[in-house]
């Protein structure tokens, strides 16, 4: 069974700093893996995706995300935030042969003026 | 493409009423993903169609929630009868095979049920 866990469910940060947002899975499969970021009052949108090949994945609005496959991890990480980056971030898990998300419980960014 | 559709975006009944939620996925896509999500229980997977046939409806909470897709263009969840519980914000996803696996998410639909 795969599952994801997400160990900040609440992450603030100044503006113009740089931010990592943790994601860990856990999966005995090959696995793809997904960073949505949903704005309030909105339905959710990729940023990034890894499915294969290179490790470090870069997604919309700055973002980047590296899968470690010895830590099972798929942190996102972003160098500088912008005010707009406020909103709920969610890591997610599928694999090869199925199209169904396993979602992680979310990480709330707030940026700071 | 305007996108996936929903519809209402808010709806509001009483408790024991039918509540019927409306999904129009994206034209050409194959796969119909519906998801819950609440405050306590995050985001769940309730069923998700492909070619217009349920895939996997474990996610299904009780018999008192049902899913239709009677054509690639629409989809719905009905429940009945509805309870206080049922409260939620409720998307529909769409999904192609050529899409390498990303989902589109509609806006929601806010259920309260009183």
């Known amino acids: 069974a795969q599952s994801v866990t997400q160990l900040d469910s609440q992450v603030p940060v100044f503006e113009e700093a740089p931010v990592e947002l943790r994601c860990n899975y856990s999966?005995?499969?090959?696995?793809?893996l997904f960073w949505y970021v949903q704005y309030p009052n909105q339905g959710l949108q990729l940023l990034l995706k890894y499915l294969s090949g290179s490790t470090l994945v870069k997604g919309i609005n700055g973002f980047e995300a590296e899968f470690n496959k010895s830590q099972t991890s798929f942190h996102l990480r972003k160098p500088s935030v912008h005010i707009s980056d406020t909103a709920e971030y969610f890591c997610a898990v599928s694999g090869p042969g199925t199209y169904k998300y396993i979602f992680g419980t979310g990480t709330r960014l707030k940026v700071l003026a | 493409d305007a996108g996936v559709i929903q519809s209402p975006r808010h709806e509001v009944t009483e408790m024991g009423q039918e509540v019927t939620l409306r999904c129009k996925p994206i034209?050409?896509?194959?796969?119909l993903f519906w998801y819950r999500q609440t405050m306590m229980r995050g985001l769940e997977l309730l069923i998700y169609?492909?070619?217009?046939?349920?895939?996997?409806d474990s996610g299904m909470p009780e018999d008192r929630f049902s899913a239709k897709m009677p054509n690639a263009s629409f989809s719905t969840l009905k429940i009945q009868p509805s309870e206080p519980r049922d409260s939620a914000v409720y998307f529909c996803?769409?999904?192609?095979?050529?899409?390498?696996?990303?989902?589109?998410f509609g806006p929601g639909t806010r259920l309260t049920v009183t």
């Open positions: 996803a769409s999904s192609s095979d050529s899409g390498f696996y990303e989902q589109y």
């Open positions: 999966s005995s499969v090959s696995v793809y």
């Open positions: 169609f492909n070619n217009n046939v349920p895939i996997d």
């Open positions: 034209s050409g896509h194959d796969y």
